[in-house]
């Protein structure tokens, strides 16, 4: 398994171009990723035996405080390794998503099931293109966003609208919801 690992990481270093900010963080995620499988194939026989540590079990949850978010920003947190996208939509934006024919879309979901009632304005995606895996665009105010205002996939194309829901391009489905709930009114528990 770790040659099968090693030789995805030459594959993706000879096909990554580490210059472009994004590609760099497809490679530290195929390397995580690969390091991961790595260091799992040669410690599992000496932990087999074990039980899950508590501290280990609390790392599969993250608190993350949404109240310094302002309304059209974005930031990412990570959890358990992926990137994780959490959006202070604004009002036009909601309206947007919301408004939006399902027969329109590529994977149909309404916006209603993609955040939580009552907190419309939170959208909360796994920030990993369902295409190939790249992390999309559209974070940074800087970024471009595509042309349905949620995210861009410099790879091939594929545009997300600002509920996270594939509009376009090679990516098959839409930007994927983490576990997630609110334990407070601007403060979530995701895992
Ligand atoms: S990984 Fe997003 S378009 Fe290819």
């Known amino acids: 398994m770790a040659d099968t690992a090693s ?6 270093i000879t096909t990554v171009g580490v210059d472009d900010p994004t590609k760099r963080d497809l490679l530290k995620l195929v390397t995580g990723s690969a390091v ?39 930031i ?36 209603a099931d993609r955040v939580k009632p009552g907190k ?18 559209g974070n940074k105010t800087s970024d471009p966003r ?9 790879c091939h194309g594929s545009q997300y609208d600002t509920s996270g829901r594939v509009r376009h391009g090679p990516a098959p489905s839409n930007l994927g919801l983490p576990p997630y709930a609110f334990i407070g009114d601007t403060k979530i528990k995701i895992g």
């Open 146 to 154: 595509g042309d349905f205002g949620g995210w861009f996939c410099p």
């Open 76 to 111: 990412t947190a990570v959890w358990r390794g992926k990137p994780i996208f959490l959006r202070n939509r604004s009002a036009q934006e909601i309206k947007e998503a919301e408004g939006t024919p399902l027969n329109q879309l590529i994977d149909p979901q309404s916006d």
């Open 7 to 12: 030789a995805t990481v030459r594959s993706a």
């Open 120 to 137: 419309e304005k939170w959208l909360v995606v796994i920030g990993i293109c369902t295409h190939l895996g790249c992390v999309p665009l």
């Open 36 to 74: 991961v499988i790595g260091v799992g194939a040669i410690a599992w026989p000496f932990i087999d035996s074990m039980s899950p540590a508590k501290d280990v079990l609390a790392l599969s949850s993250i608190e993350v405080d949404l109240a310094p978010i302002q309304e059209g920003q974005a």
